[in-house]
């Protein structure tokens, strides 16, 4: 009787598990059940084209807060119109070496001139001068004087006039400053075919790698040679080292203003930029819910953006934060725009 009692106990317990596992498994179907309901009912961001055959994304307000995405309105900017030049940052070392040869040569020739001027004085005067000695003095200053033309001239040939042409404390004070790395000299050339009527005003450089600090100089002075591999025409430019380090070699691209008449356009923030398929766009805010992606040309840079001239207007809103996802969301549902 008590084996009879054990085993219906057993059963008892038993059944009560399989109701309880039971129990659970249903919510677990109900609830997983429920979650494919819900991502079968969530939508996704309505995409269609535009008037123009753009794609158009729409979101609501709701969900555009969802997405975190900003907008702001283009300010116009007006600039001086600019000629990219093209180049690199010069080893300064040749021209302190030329610079040092000058100044001893100089030294010499400044030597051999006074003493020169003292013989002839004295033979003039009759006084215990031979004119050997004159003729003597006088061909030691004349080869000093000839050496230093040479090296003048190379500095010319090499540099430009305008370094050849300082005064020695000014040029001095330069090379100084080129051997502690302070300041660095930028050779950049046009493209073939391109000229300027005149000598650039100032100068804004890129340097490669250092895309977002462009440089502004005023220091601009053409070059005494063409580059052979561009064959445009040449300029150096004097550029202030205190920001990041100029280093030889290094890709410049220079902006050089010329003077004709402004130009105007408008200023994009980098944070709008999104690239794709090997492009650079913006999405435009077109009214309360709808953005649409232009394709922009990037190819004056500013130290917060970039200087569009022609393509799109001030005061257009475009997307500032959140224009990755808005890519996302379009190249995610135009597919289905595509197919309908």
Known sequence: MKQRRGWI???????AAVVILGSLLADAHRKASDEDDE???STPPTVQRGPGGEMVVRLTAAEQAKAGLETQALRPMSRSPEVAAYGVILDPAPLIALNSELASVSASLSTSRAEYERAKLLHAHGQNVSLKSVQAAESKFRADQ???????QQLANKWGRAMAHLKPARRNEIVARLARRAI??????????????????DARVVVLGYEKHPLTTPL?????????SLQGESFLLELDASKFPLVPGAAVTAYLRSAAPPEEGVILPRSAVVRFNNAAWVYVRLDANDFARREVSLTVPLAHGWFLPDSLSPGTRVVVTGAQTLLSDELGASHRVDED
């Not at 601009?220 to 052979?228: C, E, G, N, Q, T």
Request: no cysteine; net charge positive; aromatic share 10%.
């Open 184 to 201: 660095a000299i930028a050779r950049v050339s046009l493209p073939t075919g391109q000229t300027l009527v005149a000598k650039p005003r």
């Open 9 to 15: 106990a057993w059963a008892v317990i038993a059944a």
């Open 220 to 228: 601009v002075s053409f070059a005494p040679s063409v580059d052979p």
């Open 39 to 41: 991502e079968i009912s």
């Open 146 to 152: 000839a050496q230093f033309n040479q090296f003048n």
